[in-house]
């Protein structure tokens, strides 16, 4: 899984920007790209981006497969 990539195509597909999910997580945006950048997040973290990106965990996963 590309983290980063799944990220970066569904902020697009929402028409979003970083600030805004952060805002929307009560996290800083500097969260958001660290975490995206690194890869390093808690399963309930992932499960919140997802949803509050409309997401089910898998099809936000599925975003950044490279297959």
């Not at 500097?30 to 975490?35: A, F, L, M, N």
């Amino acid at each position: 899984m590309n983290l980063e990539k799944s990220f970066n195509m569904a902020l697009a597909s929402r028409d979003m920007k970083k600030k805004d999910l952060a805002a929307q997580m009560k996290v800083t945006p500097s969260y958001i790209t660290q975490v995206t950048k690194d890869g390093r997040l808690s399963v309930a973290k992932l499960q919140e981006l997802a949803e509050a990106l409309n997401y089910k965990v898998w099809e936000f996963i599925r975003l950044g497969d490279d297959g």
